[in-house]
């Protein structure tokens, strides 16, 4: 092999490194800035797991609104006042058993999960239904990993937050543990 070659190959993989790395930077960056539109989107995205009957139902919005209503779960106290605030629903999962829904507003969708957080999902409702937030994968996958994190600071008494994928106890950002 000439000097000539060993000086191209050297130039090639140092070439081949330059431009690795910045484009798994890249890479990276785009990731973060689509979770970060999608998380977005889902601002005022609630699921609703464990409805019975959803291939009976031909209106989603009223079947939600009646959840919302019966479960005393939604900002308001009648099935009419309740619809108005539900953009849109749709069934989704195989089972069949699940909704999701955009609402109108993000303050409702908060009052929504947090009146579902601290009645409803504690037992399941009475007949399997829960509501929780809609979240994109990569957070969900996050949450379940500190959960045990989450229950631990919970049980001791500390305010315990999951927001953005990130895990906040006490005000402060926490790693999250495998």
Same mark, same amino acid.
């Given at each position: 092999?000439?000097?000539?070659?060993?000086?191209?190959?050297?130039?090639?993989t140092?070439i081949?490194?330059?431009?690795?790395?910045?484009?798994?930077?890249?890479?990276r960056?785009?990731?973060e800035?689509f979770?970060?539109?999608e998380?977005?989107? $889902?601002?005022?995205g609630?699921? #609703? /797991?464990?409805?019975?009957?959803? @291939?009976e139902?031909?209106d989603?919005?009223? +079947?939600? &609104?009646?959840?919302?209503?019966q479960?005393?779960v939604?900002?308001f106290d009648?099935?009419?006042?309740?619809?108005?605030?539900i953009?849109?629903?749709?069934?989704?999962?195989?089972?069949?058993?699940?909704?999701?829904?955009?609402?109108?507003?993000?303050?409702?969708r908060?009052?929504?999960?947090q009146?579902?957080?601290?009645?409803?999902n504690?037992?399941?409702?009475?007949d399997g239904? $829960?509501?929780?937030?809609?979240? #994109? /994968?990569?957070?969900?996958?996050l @949450?379940?990993?500190?959960?045990?994190?989450? +229950?631990? &600071?919970?049980?001791?008494?500390?305010?315990?937050?999951?927001v953005?994928?990130?895990?906040?106890?006490?005000?402060?950002?926490?790693a999250?543990q495998n």
């Open positions: 092999m000439s000097a000539r070659s060993k000086t191209k190959d050297t130039k090639n140092s081949a490194e330059f431009f690795k790395t910045p484009a798994r930077q890249m890479q960056t785009m990731q800035k979770n970060e539109v998380r977005r989107s $889902r601002l005022w609630i699921r #609703i /797991k464990g409805v019975k009957g959803l @291939k139902v031909k989603y919005n009223q +079947k939600l &609104a009646e959840i919302l209503t479960h005393n939604g900002p009648t099935v009419e006042k309740n619809l108005s605030i953009e849109i629903a749709h069934p989704i999962g195989k089972e069949g058993d699940q909704l999701i829904a955009r609402l109108h507003s993000r303050v409702h908060n009052i929504v999960v009146k579902a957080k601290r009645t409803m504690a037992e399941a409702g009475a239904t $829960r509501i929780v937030e809609d979240m #994109i /994968k990569s957070d969900f996958e @949450k379940r990993k500190a959960f045990k994190q989450m +229950k631990d &600071a919970h049980e001791a008494g500390r305010r315990v937050r999951f953005k994928g990130k895990l906040w106890i006490e005000g402060q950002e926490v999250i």
